[in-house]
């Protein structure tokens, strides 16, 4: 399925607005004063401009909304858009910008004009952003995504950033893809097959099987997946563009492709939903295409644990104790708390292989996290504040939520077990909380760490600030501005 919409850049000329076109979006900084683009589309269609920005309703608008014209006279174009400005206009606001002409766009032919626009590489990562669709099945839906052709004063000085820009889009679809298939396609095989793609781009993708994770004594992971018919694996994706010296950023994702809950059943309402619970692991993924596709200086190696959590009569049953490969033993109270088993082994085995200079795990973990902070935050727990301050200023500068939230000795003693060394959940109190208190145990003391409680955010049932319902590819973006300012060796 093609997500991406065809971009093309062309000089600034103002014979392009007679165009046959869909629609034409402008800018529209200083009512009193139209710049050319204004002026001469004013005059086009006898004045419509000026007594459409000068009206109440443009009035009330803020930075970055869009007002429509429909079926302007003297012009070949069906609408026309108006985007009002500000010299204060900030990149966020660029950002809403597209995102507000991507959402009037669907399967247009447009002409962006943006010659006076300072936040041009944000406006079109807004609009590229938006303009995502998941059809792969529905067999009427038009499959035309449109295109644009943007109009710049010097187009050649945005080729270079606008490549970036759709190399970081196409890490987020790619997450949101795998996050959006039904988990009778995108079964643990699918998946794996899928990001032995990555290697066309120069990452290095190696499978671990069953009989490698069980020789590895990856017993956590193991024990969720024992009752589906899809086999468990790990997938490591290596990316290495950077000295070899270089220690890596490991990022590790949980990639549950479909869980029931397994013998700790979940209420079939909205169990539908839980295709989704692979989230973490897609955010890997999106990042890992990300970087190589903008060809990175930086070393980063991923890591995600492919799992079906399924009730059969050879799944894991609440009060099985399973040996984790770091050596610790696990009671299972609740098979629905299947995640941290998973990131236990692969953070273990990360640390062990990789040695790593810090670490970045993701999981659609808990419902305790959205309960806490709704669906516009991520929870973020760390055990280094430099390390934390870093991800949490990227996630800003992104615009995706992020939150931080406590690590505390304290709640330990709710992980206490009377037959093993620890249990996997820790009641309904501080659900979030005890989880990362878990995942903790498995990072060793002088790692920098970062947990990502992503339940809320990964996925949503209303449109989110860039994407439809669904999937929306939460964290590529601050992932990889992490990468950028933090890893890349040229900075």
Same mark, same amino acid.
């Given at each position: 399925m093609k997500t991406s919409v065809d971009v093309t850049l062309k000089e600034y000329d103002l014979e392009l607005l007679e165009g046959d076109y869909d629609r034409i979006s402008f800018f529209v900084e200083d009512v009193k004063k139209m710049d050319s683009i204004c002026g001469r589309v004013n005059k086009l269609t006898k004045g419509a401009i000026f007594r459409a920005i000068s009206s109440k309703e443009f009035e009330k608008k803020s930075c970055g909304d869009v007002l429509t014209l429909s079926f302007p006279n003297f012009l070949q174009t069906k609408y026309l858009d108006l985007v009002k400005w500000s010299k204060s206009g900030t990149p966020n606001d660029a950002r809403k910008a597209g995102v507000n002409l991507a959402k009037k766009s669907n399967h247009s032919r447009v002409l962006m004009c943006v010659a006076a626009q300072n936040f041009s590489e944000e406006l079109m990562k807004g609009y590229l952003l938006r303009r995502y669709e998941f059809s792969n099945y529905k067999s009427l839906e038009n499959k035309d995504m449109g295109s644009v052709i943007l109009m710049l004063k010097r187009p050649k000085n945005f080729r270079k950033a606008l490549l970036e820009t759709k190399a970081i889009v196409d890490g987020v679809f790619f997450t949101r893809n795998l996050v959006n298939e039904p988990a009778n396609i995108l079964n643990t095989v699918e998946f794996s097959e899928r990001l032995k793609g990555l290697s066309s781009l120069g990452v290095d993708v190696e499978v671990l099987e069953e009989n490698k994770l069980a020789e590895l004594g990856?017993?956590? #992971?193991?024990?969720?997946?024992?009752?589906?018919?899809?086999?468990?694996? &790990?997938? &490591? *994706?290596?990316?290495?563009?950077?000295?070899?010296?270089?220690?890596?950023?490991? #990022?590790?994702?949980?990639?549950?492709?479909?869980?029931?809950?397994?013998?700790? #059943?979940?209420?079939?309402?909205?169990? %539908? %939903? *839980?295709?989704?619970? *692979?989230?973490?692991?897609?955010?890997?993924?999106?990042?890992? #295409?990300?970087?190589?596709?903008?060809?990175a200086k930086a070393n980063v190696v991923g890591l995600v644990g492919l799992v079906e959590n399924m009730p059969s009569s050879t799944a894991q049953r609440p009060g099985d104790i399973v040996k984790s490969m770091k050596g610790d033993t696990i009671e299972v109270i609740n098979t629905d708390a299947e995640g941290r088993l998973v990131l236990s082994d692969i953070l273990w085995y990360t640390q062990e292989r990789f040695k790593p200079a810090c670490i970045v795990d993701l999981a659609t973990l808990t419902g305790a996290i959205i309960v806490g902070l709704g669906y516009e935050n991520a929870g973020v727990f760390s055990n280094d504040d430099k390390f934390c301050k870093s991800f949490l200023e990227a996630a800003s500068q992104e615009n995706e939520g992020a939150w931080r939230m406590p690590l505390s000795a304290e709640y330990d003693k709710k992980l206490k077990s009377r037959l093993a060394d620890m249990k996997n959940v820790g009641g309904r109190d501080a659900g979030a909380i005890t989880a990362a208190q878990f995942i903790q145990r498995f990072i060793k003391e002088d790692m920098p760490w970062i947990h990502l409680d992503i339940a809320g955010v990964a996925h949503t049932k209303t449109e989110s600030k860039y994407a439809p319902s669904g999937a929306t590819g939460w964290g590529v973006m601050s992932l990889n501005r992490l990468v950028s300012e933090k890893f890349e060796n040229n900075k």
């Open positions: 990856m017993n956590a #992971l193991l024990g969720v997946g024992q009752g589906s018919a899809n086999p468990s694996k &790990i997938v &490591i *994706m290596s990316w290495n563009g950077s000295s070899k010296k270089d220690k890596p950023l490991a #990022l590790v994702g949980k990639g549950v492709v479909f869980d029931t809950g397994g013998i700790s #059943l979940k209420p079939a309402g909205g169990m %539908e %939903e *839980m295709t989704m619970d *692979m989230g973490g692991a897609g955010v890997v993924a999106g990042t890992m #295409l990300s970087l190589a596709k903008r060809k």
